[in-house]
T-cell receptor, first 111, second 117 residues
């Protein structure tokens, strides 16, 4: 129940395209859903996050869509750029508990 | 934004020696810090949770006598890998939270690449 599933494992997108990464969870007690971006040899950096009381959050080219009934959330990267090439982790958090991370998606944006 | 500093970024040590990794929250007080281990092309594996002034809570399968964690202040946690062996070679990442709740997201350090020869 503490698991967060993430797909796809890897993703190749052309420059200017839309990158979409999906995550699903089981535990309805999760109440905070962040996305992290990690470049090789670096620690993950918080990219964007959403709470379950909203269905969408947009920050620049990054949008989180959240479907509470389906227990799914996704990251959309609009106008994908080669500099977006990184590993993306979704996560779920239960107040007072630990963060649970998805297995990650390796995104490659081709120039 | 919140900054977590981790040091050293890379360390090479001989088998049998101990290595200490520091994790500092630079502009906020971190009541809770987390230590992760990450293998190549894999997700983060939580090793332990440390709370300032109390003993760390280790995840199942993590040897607490091998991975010593100290969280002596609200801005510093250390992970000491004792009697390191080649299988301990990995990428270790710390993270810190100023508390729990929506306004206390997790911020990560830049990781430490440990190589045990």
């Amino acid at each position: 129940q503490q698991q967060v599933k993430q797909s796809p494992q890897s993703l190749i997108v052309q420059k200017g395209g839309i990158s979409i990464i999906n995550c699903a969870y089981e535990n309805t007690a999760f109440d905070y859903f962040p996305w992290y971006q990690q470049f090789p040899g670096k620690g993950p950096a918080l990219l964007i996050a959403i709470r379950p009381d909203v269905s969408e959050k947009k920050e620049g080219r990054f949008t989180i869509s959240f479907n509470k009934s389906a227990k799914q959330f996704s990251l959309h990267i609009m106008d994908s750029q080669p500099g977006d090439s990184a590993t993306y982790f979704c996560a779920a958090y239960n107040y007072g508990q630990n963060f649970v991370f998805g297995p990650g998606t390796r995104l490659s944006v081709l120039p | 934004g919140a900054v977590v500093s981790q040091h050293p970024s890379r360390v090479i040590c001989k088998s049998g020696t101990s290595v200490k990794i520091e994790c500092r929250s630079l502009d906020f007080q971190a009541t809770t810090m987390f230590w992760y281990r990450q293998f190549p092309k894999q997700s983060l594996m939580l090793m332990a949770t440390s709370n300032e002034g109390s003993k760390a809570t280790y995840e199942q399968g993590v040897e607490k006598d091998k991975f010593l964690i100290n969280h002596a202040s609200l801005t510093l946690s250390t992970l000491t890998v004792t009697s390191a062996h080649p299988e301990d070679s990995s990428f270790y990442i710390c993270s810190a939270s100023g508390g729990t709740g929506y306004n206390s997201p997790l911020h990560f350090g830049n990781g430490t690449r440990l190589t045990v020869t």
